[in-house]
């Protein structure tokens, strides 16, 4: 017995430790931790509903009010970037700087998933009880719980890891089977962190530059039939990636913020009333094919409608107005500039606007300076243009008459004076306002549609075209040439960016320079190279030029040697001094004839040197894109992908950024090559 009695006293601390350890994590496992709520709103995408999370920014400022006015009637927060305000109490987020439907907010803890595998919040009201049962659960260590939905469908928690909804059948069998067993079992999670879903970040607080992009023809602006709104989106979501590679230390120094760039929608106002009159002279036949000419290719011709344009840039102008106002509201420690973006049409609206802008305060007082009065100046510029046009005998008459310029453009209604600027004929515009809106040159305006431009309330910094057609229309209306020294009144820059195979898009710089043939600035890649089938395209033209220049240097230097070996030697060696001259125009020759080897750097850098004038300051206006490589197959198969390519392009949006911030003497943390 005494022998047997240490035993249970040697295992018994090994139970006891074990058994503790049970204990432990049974008291672990029973430990209930509340869930941690997202917020999310509803979004209908291709006739189904999805829930979008907000960003994480955003879902905490959400709680926050939330927890912190349950007493408050009513509670506006704003939300991305101050563009879409929330309604706690009603559950609602409304558009604040343009018309959309308001979409459905949801306090989010518990989901299930979908059809087409996306997890869908359950209502905030289930969603408690579903966290009332789950903490029973945990807390006693019961599981297999039922709970039936509003709905009638069935959710059953097995374990903390497998929970499931099913789905009842809408049509019961003859053996009177229960949900459970006719629905298909989905996954059931808790808490956001638990499903596959991307949650932004958020956007900076600090907004540095404020941006209004003007569409094209038609309603939808990509090849995925998307408005203008989604395309803006993308092209935002697009720029704060670019600023978070490539201005990472003026991030970290709190330089910057980001760009804010904001829709200006035209398309919906103009074909308010215009549809209704459409449809009746529309044929019955191709419906769908008509319907979308009426919607978009129209565009064009109603622009070029003095009836309708006024309506267009009327639109166009009065929206920029009040979108700058109704932003200056929201943000009124906003310092930084505006700048306009067009896309297509967009741009010409926009340039047209813009050539019509009146000058400064100084030049508006000064309007001599801009326009003759009358008197003897006024008669001195009319006998001008009179000897001008060779009719000298008949300035007698206008002198008696009193008819000076400002009443001869008067009397005429339309330009009648026309002078030579550089070798090439230029008209004044028929609105006397166009007349001192546009004091350097007045060449751009000539053949515009007859309409009252409006005046905006700002003066955009810098003018952004996207696969424009702005040279093709000053074209058509019959202007050959921009003079050098014409800027648009108000506005310093202006770029031109065009992907190579867009349809639509015109290059500007051959109107301004038209005598010397020159390609545009290829827009370096975002990564700071050039895309890999260009650089080859290049290598390989580069090695045939070497091995042609190689090859007909050799063939040259060894005819010259078989001539010289086959002259009599006396001839050959008469003299030393003649063998040495021989020898030094042999390596002369030789030289001259690796000239042509060595790269041709003055070529490369001959774009840079060519003054474009001062339509952008003295800098490049035409800006060509990369194409992809599976884009240079087949030219024409991309051609319309070019054109609506610019949304989601990083080359183009990092342009824009850095001549933004070069304005403020910020720069990229390294230069592209």
């Known amino acids: 017995m005494s022998a047997a009695e240490p035993q249970p006293t040697e295992v018994s601390p090994s139970l006891n430790s074990s058994s503790s350890f049970e204990a432990a994590e049974t008291d672990t496992a029973n430990k209930y931790e509340p869930v941690s709520p997202h917020w999310f709103y509803c979004k209908e995408a291709d006739s189904r509903e999805r829930w979008i999370p907000f960003s994480g920014q955003d879902s905490e400022k959400l709680e926050h009010f939330y927890q912190s006015s349950k007493d408050c009637e009513e509670l506006v927060v704003p939300t991305e970037g101050g563009r879409y305000d929330v309604h706690l109490k009603k559950r609602l987020r409304c558009a604040v700087y343009w018309e959309e439907e308001d979409s459905e907010v949801r306090r989010c803890t518990w989901f299930y998933k979908g059809e087409d595998n996306k997890y869908i919040p359950y209502s905030e009201s289930f969603s408690e009880e ?7 659960c945990v807390t006693l260590d019961e599981w297999k719980r039922k709970l039936e939905s509003p709905s009638r469908e069935i959710i059953i928690l097995h374990n903390p890891k497998l929970m499931v909804h099913y789905h009842p059948v809408a049509v019961s069998d003859d053996w009177g089977a229960s949900p459970t067993e006719q629905g298909r079992p989905r996954t059931v999670k808790r808490g956001v962190e638990n499903i596959s879903v991307e949650i932004p970040s958020g956007e900076p607080l600090q907004i540095d530059h404020l941006v209004f992009v003007v569409h094209g023809i038609g309603p939808a602006c990509d090849i995925r039939f998307r408005s203008l709104v989604q395309c803006v989106d993308d092209f935002r979501s697009v720029s704060l990636s670019m600023l978070q590679a490539h201005f990472k230390k003026a991030q970290e120094q709190q330089q910057i913020g980001r760009v804010e760039f904001l829709p200006v929608n035209w398309h919906s106002t103009l074909h308010t009333g215009v549809d209704v009159e ?16 009426n919607d978009t290719i129209l565009d064009v011709f109603f622009y070029n409608s003095s009836t309708y344009c006024q309506t267009i840039v009327d639109t166009v102008a009065s929206e920029m107005n009040r979108l700058y106002l109704l932003f200056l509201q929201r943000n009124p420690d906003f310092k930084g500039g505006v700048s306009i973006a067009g896309h297509s049409l967009g741009s010409l609206i926009l340039f047209d606007l813009l050539t019509n802008q009146k000058c400064t305060t100084e030049r508006e007082d000064n309007k001599g300076s801009c326009m003759p009065a009358s008197g003897e100046e006024g008669l001195g510029s009319v006998k001008d243009i009179l000897k001008e046009l060779e009719l000298s005998e008949y300035y007698s008459v206008f002198e008696r008459e009193h008819v000076d310029r400002e009443a001869l ?4 209604g339309r330009p009648a004076t026309a002078w030579e600027d550089g070798g090439v004929k230029q008209e004044a515009p028929a609105n006397p306002t166009n007349v001192k809106s546009n004091c350097q040159c007045l060449d751009v305006v000539t053949g515009q549609v007859s309409a009252d431009y409006p005046q905006l309330i700002y003066k955009p910094q810098i003018f952004f075209a996207f696969g424009s057609p702005i040279g093709m229309f000053l074209t058509v209306r019959g202007i050959k040439r921009i003079d050098p020294t014409y800027s648009l009144p108000t506005c310093k820059g202006f770029f031109h960016i065009f992907h190579p195979f867009d349809p639509v898009a015109y290059r500007i710089e051959p109107l301004i320079v038209p005598d010397v043939e020159f390609e545009p ?3 370096p890649h975002h990564k700071g190279r050039k895309r890999m089938h260009l650089e080859l395209k290049e290598g390989l033209t580069r090695m045939s030029t070497d091995i042609k220049n190689n090859l007909l240097g050799s063939l040259r230097i060894a005819w010259q040697s078989f001539t010289r070996v086959s002259m009599p030697a006396v001839e050959a060696g008469a003299t030393g001094d003649a ?17 042509p080897e060595e790269p041709a ?28 490589p599976i884009e240079s197959f087949n030219e024409y198969l991309f051609a319309l992908q070019g054109h609506l390519c610019y949304w989601v ?3 183009t949006a990092l342009l824009l950024l850095k001549e933004i911030y070069q304005t403020q003497g910020i720069s990229l943390d390294q230069p592209l090559l």
């Open 579 to 595: 063998a040495q001259e021989s020898e030094t125009e042999t390596s002369s020759e030789k030289q001259t004839d690796e000239k």
């Open 278 to 293: 459409l449809e009746r002279i529309t044929l019955p036949s191709i419906n769908r094919l008509r319907h979308f000419i």
């Open 130 to 136: 579903l966290e009332e049962t789950y903490m029973i």
């Open 521 to 523: 600035m290829l827009l």
């Open 601 to 628: 750097i003055p070529v490369r850098e001959e774009p840079t040197l060519i003054n474009v004038g001062m339509l952008n300051g003295g800098h490049r206006i035409d800006y060509v894109l990369q194409e992809k």
């Open 409 to 412: 453009d008067a009397k005429k």
């Open 649 to 651: 392009s990083e080359d």
